[in-house]
C-alpha cells in the first residue's frame, strides 16, 4: 500500500511538473499568438462557428497564395508586383485546357505549373536577372509593368468577360445539427499546409535548398563559398511562379477569373509577407490565420461587411507599427 | 459540226450577256457617293462593347448591301471609349471635327456618357444612345435638348417595370409571394445606387432588408457571410446586385450553406458565358431587355441571331449587341424617312420612330420625366431553365412560365 501511494506520488509529481512546464511555456512570448489563437478558436467555435471554419478556409487561400511570394522576397530580394497576375494567366491556361480536353480542372495543375515554371525562368532570364543591385523602386516598375503586360495580354486574347468552370465538388457541404458549412474550402488550407511544408523540407532537407537559403541570407558569402547565386535565383524564382501555377488551378474551381482577378491577391499577400517578416514563411501562415479569421468575424455582423478591409489593413499596419517599435527598443 | 458550233457560240453569248447584265444590275444597286457618317463610342476591350461594335458593322453591312440609304453608303465610325469618361469625351470630338459624322451613336456605361455629355452639347448633333441607365445622365442631358434620343431605360424606368412584373406575375400565379425582399448589394456605387433607389421606389409595395458586399471584380468573391444573413431573414425573395463575377459564386456558396430561398434572382449586366450550363443555373431568374430564347417568338431577333452567328462566327452574349444592330437600323430608318440628313428634319423624323426591334419591342420615342425622347421603358423577367434563358415577362414575348419555387440544389 505505502509503495503504491509511494508510487502513485512518484509518477504524479513529473505529471504535475511536466504540466506546470507546458502551461508556462505555452505563456511564454514565443507561443503568445498561439495561445490567444487557440483560446480564440475554441471561443469562436461555441459562438459563432461559421466564423471559424470560413475564416480557415478564407486563411488558407491566403496563405497558400502568399507562401510563393514570401519565398521570392526572402530569396532572391524581389517584391515580385506581378505575383498575382502570374496567377491569373496559369488560371486562364487552365481554363483553356480544361474547355479544350474536357477534363476536370485539377488535372491541369501539372501541365499549368511546367507552364508556368517555364514561363517564370523565362521571366527570370529576361528581365528580373538584370535588376539585381538596381533600386528598389526600379525593381517594382519591373515587375509592375510586367502585371501590365500579362493583363493587357488576357484582356486581348480572352477578353474581360469573366468566365468560370463549374465543377459539382466545389460546392460540397456538410451538416452538423442546423449549421451547414462548405467544405470544398478546406482544399486551400491543406494546399497552404502542403506548400509550407514542402518549402520547409526543401530548404532545410537539400543541398540545393540549403544554398538558397544561404544566398537568401548573405548572397556575397553565398558567391564566395561557391553557390551559383544566379541559378539559385533562377530555381526559386520559377519554383514560385510554378506553385503559383498550381495554386491557380485550385483557385479557378471556385471563383470567377478575368484579366484583373490578380490584382487584389498581389497586394493581400505582399500585406502578408510584410506583417510576417520578409521572407518569414511560417509567419505568413500565422499572418492568414489572424487576418481569416478577422476577416470572417466582422463580415458575420450584418451590415459591417464594408469594415473587412479595413480592419485587414489596420492589423497589418499595427502588427507593422509594433515590430518596427519592438526593433528600435532593442 | 457546223449545228454544234453554232449551239456553242450561242450559249456563250448568252452567259457572257448573263454575266454582264447581272453586273450591271449590282452596280445599279450598290450605293454610291459620300457616305452617311454614324460615330460610335464604345469600351473595345470589354465584350459587351466589342459585340455591340460587331452587331453595328452587321446592320451597316445588311443596309449597304440592300443599297444604302439615299442612295449613298453607310458607314460606321467606332472609337474606344477604354471605360474612361475623359477619353470617352475626346473620341466624340473626334468623330465630329475629324470624321466629321453626321449621327453620334453608342455608348455604353453612365460613368462615361456622364463626361461625355458636355461634349454632345457642344456639337448639338443628332444622338442616339444605346447605354447609360443612370438618372443622373438624364438629368446632365436636361428638359430642354431636342437632338438627344436615349433608347437604353433609365434605371427608375427599369425600377418601375420589374415592379410592374412581378405584380403581374403575382396577379396570375398568387401562390408567387413577393412581400419580403433580401438585396444583397455590390458595395461600389452601382450596386449602392441601385439598392437606395429600389427602397425609394418601392416603400409602398414590398419590404426590403439589404447589406452589401464586396464583389469578385473589385477584389471580393465570398458572399457567404450576406448569404448567411440572408438565411436568417428568410425573405421571399433574394436578390443580388453585382456583376457577373459574382454571379457562379453566389449560386455555389448559396448551395454550400444550404441556401434556397423560394425565388433567386440575380442583376448583373451580363452572366458569364458558361453560367446556363452549371446545373446550378436552373430556375435563377434575372432582369435584361434580350435573351437569346427570344428568336422563338419574334422574326427580327430569330434574323439578327442567325446573322450575327453567320458573320462572326461566335453567339451574341449581351443585350448591348441587339441593342447595337437596333440602333443602326432606328438612325437609318429615320434618315430615309426624312430623305435627308438634315438635323431639324432628322429629329422629326426619328420622333416618328416605329422599330420593330430584335429586343422583342417596337422601339418608339417618347418623354420621360426629364428628357424628351426616351425608347425603351421596358425590362424582361427571365430565368434560367434547363440551361436556356428563357422569358417569363412580359407575358407577350414569355417563352416559358416561372418555375416555382426555387428547387432544392440537390435535385438537379
Known amino acids: 500500500m505505502d509503495n503504491q ?11 504535475v511538473y511536466l504540466g506546470l512546464k507546458l502551461i508556462s511555456k505555452l505563456f511564454h512570448k514565443k507561443y503568445q499568438i498561439a495561445v490567444t489563437l487557440v483560446i480564440g478558436g475554441v471561443l469562436l467555435a461555441l459562438w459563432k462557428p461559421f466564423v471559424l471554419i470560413e475564416g480557415l478556409q478564407v486563411a488558407g487561400l491566403y496563405a497558400a497564395i502568399a507562401l510563393p511570394m514570401a519565398l521570392i522576397l526572402g530569396i532572391v530580394g524581389i517584391i515580385n508586383l506581378a505575383h498575382g497576375d502570374f496567377m491569373m494567366l496559369g488560371a486562364y491556361l487552365a481554363y483553356r485546357f480544361t474547355v479544350y480536353t474536357g477534363a476536370d480542372p485539377l488535372v491541369a495543375i501539372f501541365p499549368v505549373s511546367l507552364g508556368l515554371f517555364l514561363i517564370g525562368m523565362a521571366t527570370y532570364r529576361g528581365t528580373i536577372k538584370y535588376m539585381h543591385g538596381a533600386p528598389e ?24 468577360h469573366p468566365v468560370s468552370i463549374h465543377v459539382g465538388y466545389a460546392s460540397a457541404s456538410a451538416t452538423i445539427g442546423s449549421f451547414t458549412f462548405g467544405t470544398y474550402g478546406f482544399v486551400y488550407v491543406a494546399a497552404a499546409i502542403l506548400v509550407f511544408i514542402g518549402l520547409f523540407l ?11 537559403l544561404a544566398t537568401g541570407q548573405n548572397p556575397i558569402g553565398a558567391k564566395l563559398v561557391g553557390i551559383n547565386i544566379d541559378r539559385i535565383y533562377l530555381l526559386i524564382f520559377s519554383i514560385s511562379i510554378a506553385l503559383v501555377g498550381a495554386m491557380s488551378v485550385l483557385f479557378l474551381t471556385r471563383h470567377s477569373i478575368f484579366p484583373h482577378v490578380g490584382g487584389i491577391f498581389t497586394l493581400k499577400s505582399f500585406c502578408l509577407a510584410a506583417m510576417a517578416g520578409l521572407g518569414n514563411l511560417t509567419g505568413i501562415l500565422w499572418a492568414s490565420l489572424i487576418l481569416g479569421l478577422a476577416e470572417s468575424f466582422v463580415k458575420s ?3 459591417y461587411a464594408g469594415w473587412a478591409d479595413i480592419i485587414f489593413f489596420l492589423l497589418i499596419i499595427v502588427v507593422i507599427m509594433v515590430g518596427s517599435y519592438r526593433r528600435r527598443v532593442t | 459540226m457546223k449545228g454544234k458550233s453554232v449551239i456553242l457560240i450561242y450559249v456563250a453569248c448568252t452567259l457572257i450577256l448573263l454575266v454582264g447584265f447581272g453586273g450591271w444590275a449590282i452596280a445599279q444597286r450598290a450605293p454610291a457617293g459620300e457616305p452617311i457618317k454614324l460615330g460610335a463610342v464604345l469600351p473595345l476591350a470589354d465584350i459587351t462593347g466589342a459585340q455591340a461594335a460587331k452587331a453595328m458593322r452587321l446592320a451597316v453591312k445588311e443596309i449597304n448591301l440592300k443599297g444604302g440609304v439615299l442612295g449613298r453608303p453607310l458607314e460606321v465610325i467606332v472609337m474606344d471609349d477604354e471605360m474612361k469618361p475623359a477619353t470617352g469625351a475626346t473620341a466624340l470630338d473626334r468623330l465630329a471635327t475629324v470624321d466629321k459624322v453626321d449621327v453620334f451613336i453608342g455608348g455604353m456605361a453612365s460613368g462615361v456618357h456622364l463626361g461625355q455629355i458636355p461634349t454632345l452639347k457642344k456639337h448639338a448633333k443628332v444622338t442616339v444612345w444605346i447605354g447609360a441607365a443612370s438618372h443622373k445622365c438624364e438629368e446632365a442631358v436636361g428638359p430642354d435638348i431636342d437632338w438627344y434620343f436615349h433608347i437604353h431605360p433609365w434605371d427608375y424606368l427599369q425600377g418601375e417595370s420589374y415592379r410592374e412584373g412581378w405584380t403581374a406575375i403575382n396577379k396570375k400565379y398568387p401562390h408567387v409571394k413577393i412581400d419580403n425582399w433580401f438585396v444583397a448589394y455590390e458595395e461600389g456605387a452601382f450596386g449602392t445606387a441601385s439598392y437606395k433607389m429600389s427602397l425609394d421606389l418601392y416603400k409602398d409595395w414590398i419590404k426590403i432588408k439589404g447589406e452589401s458586399f464586396k464583389s469578385a471584380l473589385l477584389g471580393g468573391g465570398d458572399y457567404r457571410a450576406v448569404l448567411r444573413h440572408a438565411k436568417e431573414a428568410n425573405p421571399d425573395v433574394f436578390l443580388w446586385l453585382g456583376y457577373e463575377a459574382d454571379a457562379m459564386g453566389f449560386a455555389v456558396q448559396a448551395k454550400e450553406i444550404g441556401y434556397v430561398p423560394p425565388l433567386f434572382i440575380g442583376s448583373p449586366p451580363g452572366w458569364p458565358p458558361g453560367f446556363g450550363k452549371s446545373p446550378l443555373s436552373e430556375a435563377v431568374t434575372l432582369y435584361g431587355m434580350w435573351a437569346p430564347a427570344i428568336k422563338e417568338v419574334s422574326d427580327v431577333s430569330k434574323h439578327f441571331w442567325e446573322a450575327y452567328i453567320k458573320e462572326y462566327k461566335e453567339e451574341p452574349i449581351t443585350y448591348f449587341c441587339p441593342l447595337g444592330y437596333a440602333n443602326v437600323y432606328v438612325v437609318t430608318e429615320a434618315i430615309k424617312r426624312a430623305g435627308t440628313i438634315e438635323k431639324a428634319a432628322l429629329i422629326s423624323a426619328l420622333k416618328k420612330t416605329e422599330y420593330k426591334s430584335p429586343m ?23 430565368q434560367y431553365q434547363g440551361g436556356e434563358q428563357q422569358v417569363i415577362w412580359p407575358f407577350e414575348f414569355a417563352t416559358a412560365t416561372l418555375k416555382y419555387p426555387f428547387p432544392s440544389w440537390e435535385r438537379r
Open chain 2, 360 to 382: 422583342g419591342e417596337i422601339i418608339t420615342f417618347s418623354p420621360s420625366k426629364i428628357i424628351k425622347n426616351q425608347g425603351i421603358r421596358k425590362q424582361k423577367i427571365i
Open chain 1, 202 to 212: 526543401f530548404l532545410r532537407r537539400t543541398r540545393i535548398g540549403q544554398a538558397a
Open chain 1, 301 to 303: 455582423f450584418m451590415g
Open chain 1, 5 to 15: 501511494r509511494c508510487g502513485s506520488f512518484e509518477y504524479s509529481t513529473p505529471l
Open chain 1, 137 to 160: 523602386l526600379i525593381q517594382l516598375l519591373l515587375t509592375f509593368g510586367i502585371a501590365i503586360i500579362l493583363q493587357q495580354l488576357a484582356n486581348l486574347l480572352w477578353t474581360s
